[in-house]
């Protein structure tokens, strides 16, 4: 390894003899009792020298050894530190300006991940993810998973669009008498011109967001096949994210109904008229149509970067109107429910 300070992170002097690197309050660090042989030893941190290098380096500028390990110990555990000789392939994968255009969102890998965030740079190019569902929902989500470094992102919708399917960073009045899915794709391959198709691989990740409840029938299929699926759609007032569903480990859609049927006996007909065509408007307030997207496009990256277990298996984030709070429903799978037996074959 050779030692690099993350350039993500700002230094600010406190006072001559404080800095702290950082000002992200839950990872800024603070080093006390900086003197002149601390501030070199720093200003070696370049990525040109490897431990054994930095420790002959900092002596020769008045920084011990001892001093130099506790340093690289302290910076190491605040995730302040990189490797300059990580493999930066994915980098050069990229466009010059798709690489500038993505420094911002791999900067904020590298801080919470404390790796210099190349590994899930990696992770995230690999990822092929459709969509399926291009409404006010489906179309900012997949332009936010093309923008965050999602390498392969489809969407398909083969309905028309309509004036109430536009809104914040999807679909706008342009688009209305055309394909929606035609109009999502365009516009994200104007987000992200480098972004691939995943053609005719299957891909690792689908993500439901139906403006219309017909497109839920592809998640029975999607268990079947073994294929990872998330829910993100807004039903009346009520936004909701998940289940994330982890074919044959968590809660599947056909679960969640069979509770709710367990809850409410006349469930299964109340859900068979929700499937079936409405003369209601639809009701989709815009902002939360966003907030559902940015919350659901959280919970793939999660899941992407293994940074930690997404709240939405086993579960679903919902965000209702008027208070504007997250709140998280468990679901579990259920006995009677076959989704297990489905996805082991």
Known sequence: MRPVLTPFARRLWR?????????????ATVLAGVDAGTRAALV???GTRDRAQLLSAGAAVGCPAERMVSLLALLGEAGLLE???EDRSVLRELDPAERDRLGADLGSLALVRGDGGLPAA?????????????????????????TAGIGAVDVVDDS??????????????????????????????RAAPSLGSSGSVAPDLVVLAPGRAEQLEDARRLVGHGVPHLLAQVRGTVGVVGPLVLPGLSACLTCLDLTRTDLDPQWPSVAAQLAGPSRCRDVCDGPLAVMVAAQAVAQVLLLVDGTMDPASVGGTLEL?????R??????????????ALSAAG
């Open 15 to 27: 006072d001559p003899a404080t800095l702290q690197l950082g000002h992200d309050t839950a990872r």
């Open 44 to 46: 070696l941190l370049d």
């Open 83 to 85: 490797d300059a000789g």
């Open 122 to 146: 990696r992770h995230r190019r690999s990822t092929r993810v459709l969509v399926v569902g291009a409404g006010r929902v489906g179309a900012p989500l997949a332009a936010m998973l093309g």
């Open 160 to 189: 028309t669009t309509r004036p109430e399917d536009t809104g914040v960073g999807g679909l706008d009045l342009a688009d209305v008498g055309r394909s929606r899915g035609e109009a999502a794709r365009e516009r994200l391959r």
């Open 320 to 324: 209702a109107l008027p208070d504007w």
């Open 326 to 339: 997250w709140r998280r429903r468990s679901w579990p799978v259920h006995p009677a429910c076959r989704c």
